[in-house]
């Protein structure tokens, strides 16, 4: 059983910063694509960012882009997200998600969910 924990969300002041953990059992994380979603209140799930099997290609929705850094530790099982320069309009569940085959930003391709952790950015 595949298994998706997150961690690190908080309550943060806006340009402060914020280091996401999701934390894969269940299965060798060098055999997924890792991704990383949000959903803002009154809004659809959104895609973030993902990373390659290897960790050697990212790609970023444009609003977060110069801001944050996703990366993977393939021998601890660990995806992180680095969050920077924060913003009010960044407050949002995220969630890890992991795909076996698909290198896409769609959340219908991601097979495995963690259950999300909140991230609250004050002004």
């Known amino acids: 059983q595949v298994q998706l924990v997150e961690s690190g969300g908080g309550l943060v002041q806006a340009g402060g910063s914020l280091r996401l953990s999701c934390v894969v059992s269940g299965r060798t994380l060098s055999t997924l694509v890792m991704a990383w979603f949000r959903q803002r209140p009154g809004k659809e799930r959104e895609f973030v960012a993902r990373?390659?099997?290897?960790?050697?290609?990212?790609v970023y929705e444009d609003s977060v882009k110069g801001r944050f850094t996703i990366s993977r530790h393939n021998d601890e099982n660990t995806a992180y997200l680095q969050m920077n320069s924060l913003k009010p309009e960044d407050t949002a569940a995220y969630y890890c998600?992991?795909?076996?085959?698909?290198?896409?930003?769609?959340?219908?391709?991601?097979?495995?969910w963690g259950q999300g952790t909140q991230v609250t950015v004050s002004s």
């Open positions: 990373i390659s099997w290897s960790g050697d290609t990212t």
């Open positions: 998600a992991g795909s076996i085959h698909d290198w896409s930003s769609e959340a219908a391709q991601y097979r495995y």
